[in-house]
C-alpha cells in the first residue's frame, strides 16, 4: 500500500515536471526570444496603453470601415488576456479567433502572424505573459453597423484568408528565406504596404506595391526600381530599417512608430535579411511614365514655388541633406502612383522619426496655410518630374482630397 | 510647501550649460532633475521654417524672452543715484525657456587669449603694475587657458562651429586668426563663405598690415553630426538668427545640438514653467540641500538633492545666492564680501562705410557669424605702452541680416522721415557696410550687484540692483580701436564713413548686447570670489556654479565658447573628483 502511495507521487512529480517543462517560468531563452519577437511584430505600435508604457491598449485604429478599438494584450484577468492559455492565443495568432469563438477583426494581422510557427506564438506568449498587469477596459465593439457584426468575418475569411505556417523555400538563401518569414509573418509589412481590395483584403498579386492608409501612402517595396526599393543598396535599407534616415529618405507618419518601437531595435542580421529578401523578390510596378515636361506651365509655377518654399532644405537639384532633409531626386515616395505621401507632408508637415542612432527628428513644417490648391498641385507635380524623376501630374481634386482629410489633425510628431 | 522624493542632481535653468551638465551627468548614471523658469521648447515644434522667420513676432516683440514682470533688474550708473527698475528689457535681452539664450544668439563661438586668464600678472609683468587704473578689480582667473583647451576643443565639437584654425598646436596656420591660444584641432566644420564686404574687409585689413580671418561661428557651413549622435544641416544665410530660434538645425544651440540626446535619457527630468526661488541648505549652512520652486500654478515645492547645479543666465545665478542668503554680499565702501563683485558687461562700437551704387553687398543673405575678422588690437596681441588702458576690442565685419523692418539705413545728415529720407534709404540700403569692434570690460571697485532696497519681484523677493557705468580705461581702449575700424572702412572703398565711438552714461534703453558677467566670479582663494577653480561654491561644496558669471572680468569676445569650455572643465571635476568623494572641496581654502 505504502509503495503504491510513493509510486503515485513519484508519478504525480513526473508529469508536474513535465509541464514545467514545456512552460518554464524561468525560461530565460523563451521570454527573450518572445521579447524580440514583440519587438520585431512591433505589437507596441497598436497595442500602447494610456501610460505610453505598456500594452494595455485603447488606440483606435483607423480603418475603411470605422475606427476599431485595439484591446489590452498585458495579462490583467478582467480587462487583458491573463485568462487565455498559449493554445488561445495561438488560435487568435493563427486563425484570427479569441478563446470565446468570436472573430477578430484583420486588423489585427493574424492574416500575417499565421505563418508564424507554433513556438515563435508560445514565445510571445510567454514574453507578454511575464508582464506587469495593467487593467484597463478597452471597448471592444466601435465599428459601426453591419462591421460590428463579427460573425461577418467568416465569410471574410473564406474568401480573404488561408491560415498557414510559413514554408521556406528551399532554393533560396537561409537569409532569403529569413527575411521572407520576418516581412510576410511577425513583421507583417503587407498590412500596410499591400494595397487592399473593396473588403479590406490584400489583393495577393499586388503584394507589397504599396498601399493608402490613414491619409498616407505606404510606398511600393517591391524590388521595383522606378517605384519600388530596387534601386537601394541592402546598407541603404539596413540603415533606414535601424535609424529611419538616409540620404534619400526620412520615415515618418505611421512608418515612424514602425522604425522606433520595431526595426530600429532588431538585430543587423535580421535587417540584412529583410533587405535581402525584399531586393530579392518580384518587382512589381507600373512603368516609369513620361516625365511632364519642364515647359509645361504648371511645372514652371511649381519650380518658381520649389525655389521659394522648398529649395532651402532640399537644395536647388533636390540633393536635400543627407540624413536631414530628404533627397527629392530618386526619390520613390514622391513618384508613387497616389500621391498621397507627398501631399501629406507638404500640406501638413512631418516629424521624422528620432531612432536611437539618429536622434536628432528633424520636420518639416505644414504649408497648409500658405499655397492654394493649384501651388501645391504644381509644386508636387515639379517635384515628381524633376532631376530625373516621373510621375504623373497631381491635380486640384488629389490636393484638396487630402486638405480635407487632414484638416484640424496636427501634425505627425514621430517619436 | 509639498517634498518630493530626493534626486541625486537638480540644475537651476535648461540652457547651454544646463542641458549640457543633465546631458553628461546622466550618462554617468545620475538621476538629474533640470528645473526651468520658462516653457519647453523644440525645433520642431516651436521654430519651424514656416513661421520662424517672422521679424515682428521675435525681434520686434521679443517674443522668446524673458517678460520683466517675472523677473526683472534695477539699474543705476553709480552709487550715488537711486535705481529704478528695468520695466522693458533694451540693453540685454536675457533668454527663457528650454535652450535659454543659447536659442536666440548669433553663434559667435570665441576661445580666450592665453593672457586673458592670467590678466592681471601677464600685464604687471609686461608693462608695471601701474597700468591698471586705480580701482580696477581685474584679476588673473584660476584656471589657465592650457587647462581648458581640451573642453574648447570638445564644445566646439558638440556646436560643430565653422572656422579655420590660425595655430595648431603652436604651428601658425595660413588664413586663421595668428594670435588665438594653441588648438588641439581643427575646427569641426569649415568656415562659412564670406560674401562681397568680408572679402573686401580681408583686402583692405591685410594692406594694412592687420591679420584677418574668419570669425569662428556657429551657424555651421556643411552637414554634421556631433558627438552626442546629433545632426545638423547646413546654414542657409537666411538671416534670422539673432532673437529667433534657427529653423534649419544650422544654428548650434541646446536645441540643435543637446536637447535630441538628452531627452532621450530615462534618469533625466525637465519641469518647464517653474521658478526657483530658493537654495535651501542645511541649518550651519555649509551644505545645501535642494532647491525651492514655485510651478506655474503658483504651488510651491521643495526639490531635494544631493547635488545642486546653478545653469541659470549670469545675473539671476547671483541674484538667486543673494536671495539664498549664501556666501558674503560685496560691500563697496568696506571693501568686503565676494558675491556680486566684478561685474563687468562689453564695450562695443564701431565705424559704418558708405559705398558708391556699383558695390552691391546684398546683405539681406547673412548669417549671425558670418564674418571676418581681425584681433590686431584685441587682448595684448599689440603693445599698450603710453596707450594709457588694459584690455582691447576685435575688430569685426560681419553680415548679420537685412530683415525688411528695421534696416533702414540712410546717408549721414539725411532726414530722419519723409520723402528725402525715403530716397536717401533707397540710395543706401545696399551699398553700406559696419566694421564694428567687440571690446573688453574691466571690474571697477564701485561696479557690482546687489539686493534693491525697494523694489521686489511678483514673489516679493527682492529685485537685483545693477550698478555700472562704462569708466575711462575702456573708453578709451574702445576709441583707440574704434579708429582702426574706421580706416578699414577707407581702405574697403568708402566714399564716406562715420564713427561712433562708445559713450556714458549706461543706458539700459537701446540693446547692446547680452554679455553681462561676472558676480559670482571664480577665483585662487576664497577672498578674491564665490566659487573655486572647479567651480565649486567656497563655502558650500555640493554647490556648483556655471556661466559667464565665473568670469573676474570681460575679455573683447563673445562669451560663449568660454562659458562651454568652463562648464566641460567643471564636469571633468565633477565627474572625475568631486563624486569619487561627494561633499568635500576640491580645493582647501
Known sequence: ?415 | MSRLPKKDVVIVGLGWTGSIMAHELAMAGLDVVAIERGPWRDTASDYNIGTAPDELRYAVRQDIFLRPAQDTQTARNSMDQAALPIRKYGSYLPGNGVGGAGVHWNGHTWRFFPSDFNLRSHYTERYGAGIFPENCTAQDWPVTYDELEPHYDFFEKVNGTSGRAGNLKGAIQPGGNPFEGWRSDEYPTKPLSPNLAQIMFQKAATELGMHPFPLPSGNISEAYTNPYGVRMAPCTYCGFCEWFGCANYSKASPLACVMPALVRQPNFEARTLCEVTKVNTTPDGKMATGVTYVDAAGREWEQPADLVLLCAYALFNVRLLMISKIGAQYDPVSNTGTLGRNYAYQTNAGSVGYFSKDVNFNSFAGAGSLGMMADDYNGDNFDHTGLGFVGGANINCTTTNARPIRTHPTQPGAPKWGSAWKRSMVETVNHYQSVGTQGSSMPYRDVYLDLDPTYTDRLGRPLMRMTFDFKENDLKMSRFVVDKTAEIARAMGASKVTTSYKKGPWNVVPYQTTHNTGGTVMSSTPQDGVVNRYTQHWDVPNLFVSGASLFPQNAGYNPTGTVGALTYWALDAIKNKYLKNPGQALVQA
Open chain 1, 1 to 415: 500500500m505504502m509503495r503504491g502511495t510513493i509510486l503515485a507521487a513519484t508519478l504525480l512529480a513526473a508529469t508536474t515536471l513535465a509541464t514545467a517543462a514545456r512552460a518554464d517560468s524561468d525560461n530565460f531563452t523563451e521570454l527573450q526570444r518572445g521579447r524580440y519577437l514583440t519587438t520585431a511584430g512591433d505589437c507596441m505600435g497598436c497595442h500602447i496603453g494610456p501610460d505610453g508604457q505598456s500594452m494595455a491598449g485603447g488606440n483606435l485604429l483607423e480603418t475603411p470601415f470605422g475606427n476599431i478599438a485595439v484591446p489590452n494584450i498585458t495579462p490583467d484577468n478582467k480587462t487583458g488576456i491573463g485568462t487565455w492559455s498559449a493554445q488561445d492565443f495561438y488560435e487568435a495568432m493563427h486563425v484570427g479567433k479569441r478563446p470565446d469563438g468570436t472573430h477578430l477583426y484583420p486588423a489585427f494581422p493574424y492574416t500575417s502572424f499565421t505563418k508564424m510557427s507554433r513556438a515563435d506564438t508560445d514565445a510571445v506568449y510567454a514574453y507578454l505573459r511575464a508582464q506587469e498587469p495593467v487593467a484597463n477596459e478597452v471597448d471592444r465593439n466601435t465599428l459601426p453597423f453591419p462591421f460590428n457584426i463579427r460573425l461577418a468575418m467568416w465569410a471574410w475569411n473564406r474568401l480573404n484568408f488561408t491560415p498557414g505556417e510559413f514554408k521556406p523555400d528551399p532554393q533560396r538563401s537561409e537569409a532569403y528565406n529569413r527575411g521572407a518569414y520576418l516581412v510576410e509573418g511577425p513583421g507583417h509589412c503587407g498590412l500596410c504596404h499591400t494595397p487592399r481590395n473593396f473588403m479590406g483584403g490584400d489583393a495577393a498579386s499586388d503584394e507589397l506595391k504599396g498601399g493608402a492608409l490613414q491619409g498616407w501612402f505606404a510606398p511600393n517595396i517591391t524590388a521595383d526600381k522606378h517605384l519600388g526599393i530596387g534601386a537601394w543598396s541592402e546598407a541603404e535599407i539596413v540603415d533606414y530599417l535601424r535609424t529611419g534616415h538616409t540620404a534619400r529618405t526620412a520615415a515618418s507618419g505611421p512608418m515612424s512608430e514602425v522604425v522606433a518601437y520595431s526595426t530600429s531595435q532588431m538585430t543587423d542580421a535580421d535587417l540584412k535579411a529583410i533587405a535581402t529578401y525584399l531586393r530579392e523578390r518580384s518587382a512589381v510596378g507600373a512603368p516609369a511614365p513620361q516625365p511632364v515636361a519642364s515647359t509645361d506651365p504648371h511645372m514652371q509655377a511649381g519650380a518658381a514655388i520649389y525655389e521659394d518654399s522648398c529649395a532651402a532644405c532640399h537644395a536647388r537639384d533636390g540633393q536635400g541633406v543627407a540624413g536631414m532633409f530628404p533627397r527629392l531626386a530618386d526619390n520613390q515616395l514622391v513618384q508613387q502612383t497616389d500621391p498621397s505621401g507627398i501631399l501629406h507632408v507638404v500640406l501638413q508637415g512631418s516629424r521624422s522619426v528620432a531612432a536611437p542612432q539618429a536622434v536628432t527628428a528633424p520636420a518639416m513644417p505644414s504649408l497648409r496655410w500658405r499655397l492654394s490648391d493649384q501651388q501645391v498641385a504644381d509644386v508636387a507635380t515639379f517635384i515628381r518630374n524633376s532631376w530625373g524623376n516621373a510621375a504623373a501630374a497631381v491635380t486640384t481634386d488629389q490636393v484638396k482630397t487630402m486638405r480635407d482629410a487632414t484638416a484640424g489633425i496636427a501634425m505627425s510628431q514621430g517619436n
